[in-house]
């Protein structure tokens, strides 16, 4: 497939924090910025960001005419080992459920709590790294979809188990083991996961598929009733997030 110009470009905040956005040609050597912003309370210390390779993985996706062009935001975030907002902060989507709604409302949830929130529970409760993903893939017939995923890095396998991600996921009443792959939780609807979860050691790693309601925006998945990823694509963005992880 010949690579095709980028049709959108986001710079948007990440956990309130400066980041850089990606511009897209299905290219390795990809233009970027080094964030260099830190919040004002060092909970949090911005990291240069290891600049992965989603139009690869978007392209090679099984959905029907997945296009290069994407949109990511992406961010590296280590324990500044200042005060961090340890009280845990109310989510705003229902937890357990499918986060659906207009771009500029849920493109800022994690895990049903606003990104900063979460970034800062999981800092708090002893985190060492967080390395987040948002990504916008799109598709030849102008379709859309959107994926996020988030590893957290703790001291050791104890501490991960007892993060509050993990609690909070773990809490889910309709969990699924094993679904999507070996060793990974998942959680579906119509069919389809919208997230999966999986410890790897002393790291969790998290992807979350949701669903833009902009009624002026572009078409949902035609490949699933849902309009969510299917399945394996799910399977295949989780393992990929893992293995680059690993390389950092």
């Known amino acids: 497939m010949s690579p095709r110009i980028l049709r959108r470009v986001v710079t948007a905040p990440l956990f309130a924090l400066s980041i850089s956005a990606c511009s897209t040609q299905a ?7 080094t964030p260099t912003t830190t919040p004002p309370s060092e909970c949090a210390v911005v990291a ?16 029907e005419g997945a296009d290069v062009s994407f949109t990511q935001r992406e961010v590296l975030l280590e324990a500044g080992g200042g005060p961090c907002g340890e009280d845990p902060a109310e989510a705003v989507t229902d937890e357990c459920s499918l986060v659906s709604g207009r771009y500029d409302v849920v493109s800022g949830v ?3 709590h606003e990104e900063q929130d979460f970034a800062e529970h ?4 002893g985190a060492q790294r967080i390395l987040a993903e948002d990504v916008t893939g799109y598709t030849e017939n102008d379709e859309t979809f959107h994926w996020r995923a ?4 703790y001291p050791g396998p104890t501490d991960v188990h007892d993060s ?12 699924q083991a094993d679904r999507v792959g070996s060793d990974v939780v998942s959680l579906s609807q119509g069919g389809e996961p919208f997230l999966a979860a999986q410890i790897d050691g002393a790291t969790l790693y998290v992807v979350e598929t949701w669903i833009s309601t902009d009624p002026d925006g572009a078409g949902t998945l035609s490949d699933t009733d849902t309009g969510l990823l299917p399945a394996d694509a799910v399977s295949k963005i989780l393992s990929w997030f893992i293995e680059e992880h690993s390389r950092l």
């Open 27 to 33: 290219t390795p050597d990809l233009d970027r910025t």
């Open 48 to 63: 240069a960001e290891p600049g992965l390779a989603v139009h690869q993985l978007n392209e090679s996706l099984p959905i």
């Open 110 to 112: 994690r895990l049903w």
């Open 122 to 125: 999981e800092l708090a409760a």
């Open 150 to 153: 988030v590893a957290v890095e």
């Open 164 to 175: 509050p991600a993990w609690d909070v996921i773990s809490a889910c009443d309709k969990l």
